[in-house]
């Protein structure tokens, strides 16, 4: 799981840290980071892509958000055993302190129902 979260953000890492730089035109004399490559990086994808140079910045960032829910639903899923049990804690506390404070009639907010026959309306 370590490994995949390294191989989720270590590229984006990369990417965004060349973005920042390179449209800042903060080159450190590095030809890779200056605003002229800055631009002909965009302008081959924008032209590959046929879409507008200003937006391709969005539509990256945009990609990157959804990769990374992706990415954070898996962890979350993997991790679950350890931080399910305290979220539940948490939320029956809040619950309890809410039925304490008199801000419920006093019992469970989301009780079951009551599991008998279903008759149709009459």
Request: net charge negative; with cysteine.
């Amino acid at each position: 799981m370590r490994l995949l979260l390294t191989l989720w953000f270590l590229p984006l890492v990369l990417f965004w840290g060349w973005y920042a730089l390179s449209v800042n035109d903060v080159n450190f004399g590095f030809i890779m980071l200056s605003r002229q490559v800055h631009d002909a990086v965009f302008d081959i994808y924008a032209n590959t892509l046929h879409v507008d140079r200003a937006a391709l910045p969005g539509m990256i960032a945009g990609a990157c958000a959804f990769d990374s829910a992706i990415v954070m639903a898996i962890a979350a899923f993997r991790w679950r055993a350890s931080w399910l049990p305290q979220a539940r804690a948490m939320l029956s506390d809040y619950w309890e302190a809410d039925a304490r404070a008199g801000l419920g009639d006093g019992e469970a907010p989301f009780k079951a129902a009551a599991t008998g026959p279903a008759h149709p309306a009459e």
